[in-house]
């Protein structure tokens, strides 16, 4: 019974323990851990105060050792995070925190420098590593000690220091070129605003922690040569105060103080050392992407043959003279096993890759025979690829070409307000491995060759020096661009040339081409669903807008006028109104789309005026702007020739005329834009279009009237022309 009832006891004691233990635990999660996270601040000043008082408040010998604990702990979790860092900018406290650790290792060591020259001890740590590396033997326990020291402050600390230092100006040096990288990927819609900010923020701090990390490297290179110094101080000034002042005899004295001084240096020097090395981790990781780990297997793992390799050697080393087998076999063995497991594994996955194809294309094959009637559809935008660049598309394969194509639709959406119909990308066999072709329509509009491996570095005009690669002409802007090898990208930017990757190339082309060719893209269909889009806002106007009023195809070609010259009809509902307005007088799309052109003159303006609100432009001489008015009115026809009935001799006057004037311009830092009278601007558009679709042509009476105009030059012919 007795016995009954004390298993009783112990059975209720073991459970309020328990339920005890267990609030304690939830008062830990809930209560005082929350407060701790939100008053980090407060423990960083405290732990700063601390250290500082390290420097001048004498401690006892436990309380060193916690310190020395602390230290340790601390340079064994930065070098952890170093070796499982995947960018630097993760560990972007790190130069802060070099800092503060080099500043507690200095406390610690003037704290231990007093507890071994005032009492001639430093606590159970710093004589454990003392007993543990001497074992005996001072000399020994010195050189090892020296050793030490030359590997952190020469190898270690001098290389982690000229890295971070290289880093440092490299990443500097190359800012403004990553700028411009960024400005015209915003530009050419393949990223938007807000990732824009993102990676101008991220480029900012970028530059911030190498300028960082450049001086805080020269912390542990002070701390390594104070750990120096304090050594000798504590050697030659322990055993002059052991002798001198304690009466200990020379043997007593050297064995006391050496014991000591080493053991200091050693707690000193390893977290040191420890950090060091961190150090050297996260500067030397600024091109990687990936984990350390994952890095160096991967690098590692896939090369079979230099591993197998490697083993034979060793056996052959193994066999030498003199040489011992054990370690070399053994070495060999393990280097070849993995060789040989390694490569088995990759001709594995390259069967079931291929195995896994076979079976794709046999399913194919059972599908279903598409009707007739798919092979008689054309896409409206398809962009052909060859071999080479189908892994740009591929996203197993990294390739992103897909969503910079959605990227420029919305882009070209945003700015023209036209809804650009979807993108097929196709490979094509037939066309140059590196070769692909944009069509709109079935119909061939560009063709341009890419190096995926490569990079295009474009010279915008303020480039300095040449660099080795493929020269080529950049598709869009005409500039002279080669291209580069991927460690060529820094000393290219640093010298002012603008860098971009191969698919960056293509989509640039993409959308330049969409945007000269967007009035071909809207059809009936695109124009009838933007209409519809307005029902709900502009319910009144739409009701208007009837087959017996507007019919559709006034609207479409119109618009179509519009987008052609690079006007934005995302001022939809203003258009509509114009039309409504002027169509009762005439149906004439031409003269109708003059007029929806003076109802958008500010949006004309906007387009072609620079940031100081100036239109920079192209004149016609009076002489010659009349004669063409006098054409139009003999030739009193809405079917007038694109020459305006003028003579061949008059054309091909005025044509290299506009030559001359457009370099002019060009050489001055504008985009060339003419500006006649309202009557000729759509006819000298159409005669100039075909050999110059670059240049805009506007008229005086289509811009608000506080629009500044400034002509640069004009087009003339000679009098004998005329006639």
């Given amino acids: 019974m007795a016995d009954n009832t004390q298993l009783s006891k112990s059975g209720k004691g073991g459970v309020l323990a328990d339920l005890k233990n267990s609030r304690f635990a939830n008062s830990m999660q809930h209560k005082v851990l929350p407060k701790i996270a939100s008053n980090q601040d407060f423990g960083l000043a405290a732990g700063v105060v601390l250290i500082l008082a390290l420097l001048i408040v004498p401690i006892s010998p436990f309380l060193l050792d916690m310190f020395l604990t602390v230290s340790i702990g601390i340079a064994v979790l930065i070098l952890l995070i170093a070796v499982y860092l995947e960018r630097p900018l993760d560990f972007s406290a790190f130069p802060a925190i070099l800092l503060l650790t080099t500043l507690l290792r200095l406390g610690l060591n003037v704290a231990s420098t007093r507890l071994i020259l005032g009492e001639a001890e430093a606590g159970e740590i710093i004589n454990a590593f003392g007993d543990f590396v001497i074992g005996g033997n001072y000399v020994v326990g010195l050189i090892i000690f020296i050793i030490l020291l030359v590997i952190n402050f020469v190898v270690v600390i001098k290389g982690s220091t000229r890295i971070a230092e290289v880093a440092a100006r490299f990443t500097l040096d190359a800012l403004p070129g990553k700028q411009m990288s960024i400005d015209a990927d915003l530009n050419a819609g393949y990223i938007d605003e807000q990732m824009a900010k993102s990676r101008r923020e991220e480029l900012t701090a970028e530059s911030d922690f190498y300028g960082s990390m450049d001086g805080a490297a020269k912390f542990i290179k002070g701390d390594a040569i104070a750990g120096i110094i304090i050594t000798l101080v504590n050697l030659i000034g322990g055993f002059t105060i052991g002798m001198m002042q304690r009466g200990m005899d020379f043997s007593t004295a050297l064995s006391t103080y050496t014991m000591l001084t080493i053991g200091d240096g050693l707690v000193s020097q390893i977290p040191s050392l420890l950090i060091s090395v961190a150090g050297g981790l996260v500067v030397t990781r600024s091109g990687s992407k990936e984990k350390l780990d994952a890095q160096i297997g991967k690098q590692f793992g896939t090369q079979t043959r230099p591993l197998a390799i490697a083993s034979v050697v060793l056996i052959g080393m193994a066999m030498l003279p003199g040489f011992p087998v054990a370690p070399f076999l053994i070495l060999a063995s393990i280097s070849g096993s993995v060789a040989f497991f390694r490569s088995r594994t990759m001709k594995n996955e390259a069967e079931q890759k291929l195995r896994g ?76 491995p590196e070769s692909y072709v944009i069509k709109i329509r079935g119909n061939e509009v560009a063709r341009n060759k890419l190096y995926p491996q490569l990079l295009l570095a474009m010279n915008p005009g303020t480039a300095e020096g040449e660099i080795e690669g493929v020269e080529v002409t950049e598709p869009v802007f005409g500039l002279p ?74 609207i479409q070609k119109v618009l179509q006028s519009l987008l052609r010259e690079s006007v934005p009809i995302k001022d939809l509902p203003v258009i509509l109104e114009s039309l409504l307005e002027y169509v009762k007088i005439t149906q004439n799309t031409d003269v109708l789309t003059e007029y929806v052109r003076h109802k958008l003159g500010e949006v004309i303006k906007k387009i072609h005026e620079d940031q100081n609100g100036v239109i920079y432009a192209i004149g016609i001489d009076p002489e010659l702007e009349n004669n063409m008015t006098k054409s139009l009115a003999t030739n009193n026809d809405s079917s007038v020739s694109p020459s305006m009935g003028l003579r061949p001799s008059y054309v091909s006057e005025i044509i290299e005329s506009l030559k001359t004037s457009i370099d002019e311009v060009t050489v001055a830092g504008h985009l060339p834009l003419i500006i006649c009278s309202a009557q000729i601007r759509p006819y000298f558009y159409r005669m100039i279009s075909a050999t110059y679709p670059m240049v805009s042509v506007i008229s005086y009476t289509e811009l608000p009237a506080e629009s500044e105009v400034e002509i640069l030059t004009s087009i003339k012919i000679d009098e004998q022309v005329y006639g």
């Fill in 481 to 554: 661009a080669t291209w580069v090898s991927n460690n060529q990208r820094e000393n290219a930017e640093i010298m002012g040339y603008t860098v971009v990757e191969a698919a960056t190339v293509l989509t640039t082309h993409l959308t330049e081409i969409l945007r000269r060719n967007a009035d071909k893209l809207l059809t009936r269909q695109d124009t009838r669903h933007l209409i519809d889009n307005l029902k709900e806002d502009y319910p009144a106007l739409i009701e208007e807008v009837k087959p017996e009023v507007l019919q559709l195809s006034i």
């Fill in 357 to 432: 194809e076979l079976q794709e294309a046999d399913e194919s094959e059972k599908t279903e025979e598409k009707p007739v009637e798919e092979l008689l559809r054309i896409d409206p935008i398809e962009i052909e690829l060859g071999y080479s660049l189908i892994a740009m598309v591929d996203e197993t394969q990294g390739g992103d070409v897909f969503k910079r194509i959605t990227n420029v639709r919305r882009q070209l959406a945003s700015e023209f307000g036209v809804i650009i119909p979807p993108v097929r990308v196709r490979d094509n066999l037939q066309l140059e």
